[in-house]
């Protein structure tokens, strides 16, 4: 990976995997050695997708320790949503994950992503937004949920591109310092 970032003179880099609950770390020692192997070979922005590595402080801090510039775990839907939409992560070990990164992070930016269209209420998305903004989420992202295959719980709305301007313009209103939000 590193080698290929290098060689395509890559200025922004984002680094995920699949859930790796199989193993021990979470996965954290493949993404700290992936962050030190393109730090050294390349000056791209390195932004991480991590999980939430079931809570386990030591493998977040093992993350946080390689430098990435961003850390991004996404709390995906409103919380009454997330036992369904989510069955194996839970919304506060997510929105503590967020905190670790801005208390432990030395200026890493933390950065989480919601889907619309699973059913939430308006007041159920802005009270989203506010508990990521109060736990030191700086980047947020906004976008349309998509059934990926007819296994997945179906789409209950597609949210128009005038609602995700408004709720942008709300995100940034509550801090965040970028949103991308359509």
Not at 85 to 94: D, H, T
Not at 118 to 143: A, F, K, N, S, Y
Not at 161 to 173: C, I, K, L, T, V
Request: aromatic residues 4%; proline residues 5%.
């Amino acid at each position: 990976h590193a080698e290929a970032v290098a060689a395509m003179g890559l200025r922004h880099t984002v680094i995920t995997s699949v859930a790796r609950d199989d193993l021990s770390d979470g996965g954290s020692n493949i993404f700290a050695q992936t962050i030190r192997e393109i730090r050294s070979r390349s000056t791209t922005v390195i932004e991480v997708l991590v999980p939430d590595f079931r809570g386990h402080e030591d493998d977040l801090q093992r993350v946080i320790d390689a430098r990435p510039e961003v850390i991004n775990h996404n709390i995906e839907t409103v919380e009454r949503l997330h036992p369904v939409v989510r069955p194996s992560a839970r919304y506060a070990r997510s929105l503590e994950l967020l905190r670790r990164v801005k208390e432990r992070g030395n200026g890493i930016k933390a950065k989480s992503g919601i889907m619309l269209g699973l059913g939430e209420q308006p007041d159920e998305v802005l009270q989203t937004l506010r508990d990521l903004r109060e736990h030191g989420c700086d980047l947020l992202t906004i976008g349309q949920y998509l059934r990926p295959s007819p296994n997945h719980l179906p789409v209950i709305e597609f949210v128009h591109p005038d609602q995700f301007r408004e709720w942008g313009e709300q995100a940034a209103a509550l801090g965040f310092e970028n949103v991308a939000s359509g």
